[in-house]
């Protein structure tokens, strides 16, 4: 598959990453709330009437494709307790620090029914050495994800995935 790459604007040959922008919950606000919350290409925040943060970071999510013995990765969001957020702010220059958080997906994956995959609990896992958190859905649940993810999809499947959001 051939695609041109946002980043650096050349043509590559691989599969791109599925990356999205923003949580969810940032995507919802209103222009004048959205200029109240905070966005970076790793960490959200937003501040609640209440004065409250919700605090989102981005990490990736690799999905097997059992007939390509390949992996497609989404740059997805998660929910993290402000607890869990000082702690990751407090660690993020120690190439050392490894750590597991809670938190929820807050992120709507294409080909997928709505609202079945934000909300899912998943364990961020923290590897400083490696960089970008890795996000690994619990396994408890009904949802169709959650059995694809741990199955893995296939090659067809992946294919419209990617076409979903480069062509949105």
């Known amino acids: 598959m051939t695609y041109t790459c946002e980043q650096c604007g050349q043509e590559h040959e691989d599969w791109p990453a599925l990356v999205f922008k923003a949580p ?19 960490i959200c925040c937003i501040e609640e009437e209440d004065g409250t943060n ?25 929910s ?5 957020i000082k ?12 750590t597991t958080y809670f938190g929820w997906l807050v992120t709507n994956l294409p080909n997928y029914p709505a609202n079945t995959t934000f909300g899912l609990p998943t364990n ?8 970008i958190p ?15 993810f741990y ?12 076409e ?3 062509n949105k």
């Open 54 to 78: 919700q605090w989102y970071i981005r990490g990736v999510l690799t999905q097997y494709v059992y007939d390509a013995c390949q992996y497609l990765d989404y740059g997805v969001w998660v």
């Open 124 to 131: 961020v896992e923290v590897d400083n050495s490696k960089g």
């Open 151 to 162: 199955d893995g999809i296939s090659t067809a499947e992946a294919l419209l995935r990617i």
């Open 164 to 166: 979903a959001i480069i």
């Open 80 to 84: 993290l307790s402000e607890a869990s």
């Open 134 to 148: 890795t996000i690994l859905p619990h396994k408890k649940g009904d949802s169709i994800f959650i059995e694809e």
């Open 87 to 98: 702690d990751y702010y407090e660690h993020y220059e120690d190439k050392t620090y490894k």
């Open 24 to 42: 969810d919950p940032y995507l919802a606000l209103s222009e004048e709330d959205r200029e109240k919350a905070e966005l970076t290409k790793e």
